[in-house]
């Protein structure tokens, strides 16, 4: 192990102790193998794995059904799909089920509150048994944690899909917080108990598992780690079976999504407690919103230079892929020719290598270094109400780190170049209405964000820096 990751990873993993340690060790142990322990289908030439508590044929990549395509700007709304394309739609996820990926992750709050409606009608097409539906309990308002309420949107999630089942049932980001009828911050721990647990709600999806209207019951999880704890404590007491769970894992986030945010946890440590359990693990964020996808131009040499022909995303999507305990990647694709890269990268799966993992660590230690707002542009912070389009104030801001023009000195050269860049580009890319000076700090937004991200805080910072830019013309 020592032979294989630097010095400074090594001492990380000391630093993490024995729950960073094993999992650690079984990545690394992963990539040396010659021969992947699962194989492609026959016929697509997809890498799939297999659910060791049901024995599914599930394709490690996953479609998530979160950024789903748009019509055209100016297109009529369809009284059922609203502004999403519902051709593009079925065409993507024909050509899905064609090249052998058969899994398809949702959920009630997505698109709209149209994901649902738009993924059972593409998937109504073509027979039930080809394909995995995965779909969440998204009950974050506080007026859906009553037993009641929660099972009403179970049943109308069977009816969006339209179908008599749910593959892969997940209790939708437990560690989230809340707030409650004063304005109270609710913390993530309090709040997983109120939606799931007091109120009968999981004892309730267990009877419909063993009525099989749910095959599969897993949780996915962002924010307090003690949530994360807590339900694998009760996985362990025997109280719950948790089939599957949904984190984040990337190669930043590895080492580095604690230091990035003191709130995360690092993947090494998430994946290595659902690992020594044999918790199948179903991976989200593998690009980090894109973030994986858009490195600067420094790091995108670096890797072009390691690999000509490999694409920047394909190195985030291999690293995700590689741990055996991973069930499935998901990756929002909202065109077609992301879907078509993504499909080539898994048919068939290349593991990462030692050597090329301790590539990535560099990597991850190179953008953790240009101090990026770990934004995925998930939108759960929106709809702000005093009308902030928060993740696009994010997005420009992160383009501008990448892209060095974020000035630092008037005294530079380039200084004005740089200047005009982040100014104009911040007045194009997010109206002056929606812009961060709106911003009263009302904190609507922090329980929201799984990243932990302290919203007003980095909104305010934005605009002061946007100030000292204008003052300085």
Request: with cysteine; net charge negative; hydrophobic share 35%.
């Amino acid at each position: 192990m020592n032979k294989d990751i630097s010095r400074r990873n090594f001492l990380k993993y000391l630093a993490g102790g024995t729950a960073a340690i094993t999992p650690a060790t079984t990545f690394l142990a992963s990539c040396k193998k010659t021969e992947p322990k699962e194989h492609a289908d026959e016929t697509a030439g997809m890498t799939m794995r297999t659910n060791p508590n049901t024995g599914d044929r599930v394709s490690l990549l996953g479609y998530g059904m979160m950024r789903l395509p748009m019509l055209p700007e100016g297109s009529k709304e369809d009284p059922q799909t609203g502004l999403f394309d519902q051709e593009m739609i079925n065409r993507q996820v024909d050509y899905a089920l064609e090249h052998g990926l058969n899994y398809f992750d949702t959920a009630p709050v997505y698109c709209r509150g149209l994901s649902e409606r738009c993924t059972g009608i593409a998937l109504k097409r073509h027979p039930r048994d080809k394909y995995f539906i995965a779909t969440k309990l998204s009950n974050f308002d506080r007026s859906l944690w009553p037993l009641e309420k929660s099972k009403e949107m179970f049943e109308n999630s069977l009816k969006e899909l339209q179908t008599d089942y749910v593959d892969y049932l997940l209790l939708h980001s437990t560690g989230g917080g809340s707030r409650d009828d004063e304005g109270n911050e609710i913390s993530g721990l309090d709040a997983c108990r109120q939606r799931f647990i007091d109120n009968g709600l999981t004892d309730w999806l267990v009877e419909q598992k063993e009525a099989r209207r749910i095959r599969n019951l897993g949780f996915s999880w962002h924010g307090d780690y003690r949530a994360f704890q807590l339900l694998l404590q009760l996985h362990d007491e025997g109280r719950f079976h948790w089939d599957f769970c949904q984190i984040e894992l990337n190669y930043l986030d590895w080492f580095y999504a604690n230091e990035i945010n003191g709130s995360n946890v690092d993947a090494v440590i998430l994946y290595g407690e659902l690992e020594k359990r044999g918790i199948p693990a179903v991976i989200m964020e593998p690009l980090l919103g894109g973030r994986l996808a858009k490195v600067s131009d420094a790091v995108a040499a670096e890797l072009k230079q390691r690999d000509p022909e490999a694409s920047i995303a394909s190195w985030a999507f291999r690293f995700a892929g590689t741990p055996e305990g991973v069930l499935t990647v998901l990756s929002g694709m909202t065109f077609m020719e992301h879907l078509v890269e993504n499909v080539n990268t898994y048919s068939p799966l290349k593991p990462i290598t030692p050597e090329e993992h301790e590539f990535l660590m560099h990597i991850a230690e190179e953008i953790f270094g240009q101090q990026e707002i770990p934004c995925t542009v998930c939108q759960y912070c929106m709809p702000c109400p005093y009308g902030i389009d928060i993740p696009s104030i994010f997005a420009h801001y992160n383009k501008c780190l990448r892209e060095g023009n974020t000035p630092q000195s008037n005294g530079s050269p380039t200084y004005r170049t740089q200047r005009r860049a982040f100014l104009v580009g911040y007045d194009r890319s997010v109206p002056r209405l929606r812009q961060a000076s709106h911003c009263i700090g009302c904190r609507q937004c922090t329980s929201h964000c799984p990243q932990q991200i302290d919203i007003p805080k980095e909104l305010h910072r934005i605009d002061d820096y946007v100030e000292k830019l204008k003052r300085e013309a």
